[in-house]
């Protein structure tokens, strides 16, 4: 038994009551039959209800072995359960006690969920997950649609499963993504295949230029050891937290073991993924783990694969859930790719993989007003230089409209049509021999976009109390919403294709560059010695007859292709890599910007 006096701070010397508590350690691997024998032996009958809560704290409590990720991405030909020939489907999962259940989509028998669930893997060994899939009524029980179950016994280890499972009792299939891992760490040599020099030397051959034209689709290979993490933020309220690390690479999910009670954290983990695309981008979170709730959010880091330095362990400061200014805490990094050239550049101009779980977006005042000056910004340009244009026509410079005269004159008698990728060649090499001689403003422009992030997410962080109160009104509002959003992202698009081109030009992407350059290069020397007509000609019959050649060919645009590869100015400040001096500069200016807002 124990007792507790209670005192008030404010006034020390007064008695206001004590506690008294009956007190029962356990340890964790005594057997749950014998904590409960305890529990009866030492409590009294009036304390049952605490006596239940406890046993089932103690149960949850049990060691695991590691986190089985579900990725539930869409079902396919369900079955109709509804008079009008379509479902309200929604999903169910269970292993043991623990139990999920997906959102509803409706009328539809091919739902899109793209949702995500986590089950702990204990040592009782039960790694069945049975699915359910059942149909959404009102008024009467819900209809059963099919069942499938995952034995996750035959899955390997730090590797995500695509599963497309058929239901049975019913019809129809449901797409799953499968990950399994937070296992704990073991011996490093084991599955660290850049330590040993013969798995290397496999690794380098493999990705060599001597087999450029084999296995296409195996772009490359990276390993990702996560070591430590210092300074993190404190989240729970004994001044310390529980944390674990989340590393992804497009739809593929990886994380470390918990670290409890701990604000730096040692993983000394080792992941490896095989890269799909080369442009790719590397996302490692930080999150704290909670028994009861959704894990907390630390910090992250945005990694291009091409920024990557191989062998070098590096600490990279933590990010804010937007990727736009600093978080607490440092992570460190040590990383190695290794990818072949050839197969890369091919897989630059086509399709992007698509991500199947990405935040949600919704209507933001703040985001619509930043996207709409992102735009503002792209048109002003094109403005300006149309003023420069019409100005030689105004001969408000002589000098200048003489030299432009005569420039038109000499191109126009003498164009041919390899001078169009000429020209675009030329701009690209100047515009990379001044990053070169660094007379460029690239970093200049970055932490000024920085600035302007931070300034758009405090006015958004400063309504979010004011959003709270007009719930009501944007549910009866929802229609609007729907346009709002898609107005917002339309300004989302147009700024980033243009940001996209511009960053090709200012070698944004020093691979992409090089890439455009010899795009650029073939392209003049081809237009130069092939007459065009015969050009045009392979090109009609290339694309009138791709659907032919291959009817599940997904006809795309290479260009488009291409561009996509580049990072908008928003994902160039995403990607920045933090420094002391810069995020220390980002704080200030927040404070500065925080201090002007409440200044009357």
Not at 205 to 230: C, M, P
Not at 352 to 369: C, D
């Amino acid at each position: 038994e124990v007792t507790l006096n209670l005192k008030d701070a404010s006034c020390p010397l007064q008695a206001i009551g004590s506690l008294l508590m009956t007190v029962t350690l356990l340890s964790r691997e005594d057997n749950p039959k014998d904590a409960k024998m305890i529990l009866r032996r030492n409590w009294t009958t009036t304390c049952k209800l605490q006596n239940a809560r406890l046993l089932e704290a103690h149960k949850k409590d049990q060691l695991w072995r590691g986190v089985a990720t579900i990725t539930l991405i869409e079902g396919r030909g369900l079955k109709s359960m509804d008079p009008n020939g379509l479902s309200d489907p929604y999903v169910k999962f269970k292993m043991g006690c623990q139990k999920y259940k997906s959102k509803v989509i409706f009328k539809t028998l091919n739902p899109h969920w793209r949702e995500q669930f986590d089950f702990l893997l204990t040592n009782e060994k039960n790694d069945i997950i049975e699915i359910t899939v059942w149909d959404k009524d009102t008024i009467k029980k819900d209809d059963f649609i099919g069942r499938c179950q995952i034995d996750l016994s035959g899955l390997s280890v730090e590797h995500t499963h695509k599963l497309d499972l058929a239901l049975s009792e019913g019809k129809g299939h449901v797409v799953l993504l499968v990950t399994l891992t937070a296992t704990p760490p073991v011996n490093e040599s084991a599955i660290n295949p850049m330590n040993n020099d013969e798995e290397r030397r496999s690794i380098m051959a493999r990705y060599s230029w001597i087999r450029s034209l084999f296995n296409i689709r195996d772009i490359g290979f990276i390993q990702i050891k996560v070591v430590k993490a210092e300074g993190l933020m404190v989240a729970d309220v004994m001044g310390s937290s529980d944390p674990f690390c989340v590393i992804e690479l497009n739809n593929d999910r990886l994380q470390t073991h918990t670290i409890h009670r701990s604000l730096n954290p040692v993983w000394n983990k080792v992941f490896t993924f095989d890269i799909k695309d080369i442009h790719s981008v590397l996302e490692v979170s930080v999150y704290d783990e909670d028994r009861d709730r959704r894990a907390d959010f630390l910090g992250k880091v945005a990694i291009p694969l091409l920024a990557i330095q191989n062998g070098e362990e590096k600490a990279y400061i933590l990010k804010n859930k937007n990727l736009t200014g600093a978080s607490k805490g440092v992570i460190y990094l040590e990383m190695d790719v290794v990818y072949n050239v050839v197969r890369a550049s091919i897989r630059t101009i086509t399709p992007k993989e698509e991500k199947y779980i990405e935040e949600e977006r919704k209507i933001s005042k703040e985001l619509l007003q930043q996207n709409y000056h992102r735009v503002r910004r792209c048109i002003m340009v094109l403005v300006n230089t149309g003023r420069y244009i019409n100005s030689w026509f105004e001969w408000e410079s002589t000098r200048r409209s003489v030299i432009a005269f005569t420039v038109y004159l000499v191109v126009v008698w003498n164009f041919e049509l390899f001078m169009a990728p000429l020209m675009l060649l030329l701009l690209l090499m100047y515009n990379y021999w001044l990053i070169r001689s660094g007379k460029d403003n690239t970093l200049h422009s970055m932490e000024e976009l920085e600035a302007n992030l931070i300034a758009y997410e405090e006015d958004e962080e400063d309504g979010a109390d004011k959003e709270t109160e007009k719930k009501t009104l944007l549910d009866k509002l929802f229609a609007i919403q729907e346009v709002g959003v898609a107005v917002q992202n339309g300004l989302d698009e147009v700024a980033s294709f243009y940001e996209r081109i511009k960053n090709t030009f200012n070698w944004t992407i020093p691979f992409l560059g090089w890439l455009a350059v010899f795009f650029l290069a073939v392209a003049t020397i081809a237009l130069c010695f092939i007459p065009l007509r015969y050009i045009l000609l392979v090109y009609g019959v290339h694309k009138f007859t791709k659907k032919l050649r291959n009817p599940f060919l997904i006809d795309n645009n290479e260009l488009l292709d291409f561009l996509s590869r580049v990072p908008s100015d928003v994902q160039v400040v995403h990607y920045h890599e933090l420094t002391q001096e810069s995020s220390q500069g980002l704080l200030v200016y927040k404070k500065k910007s925080n201090t002007t807002i409440k200044t009357p």
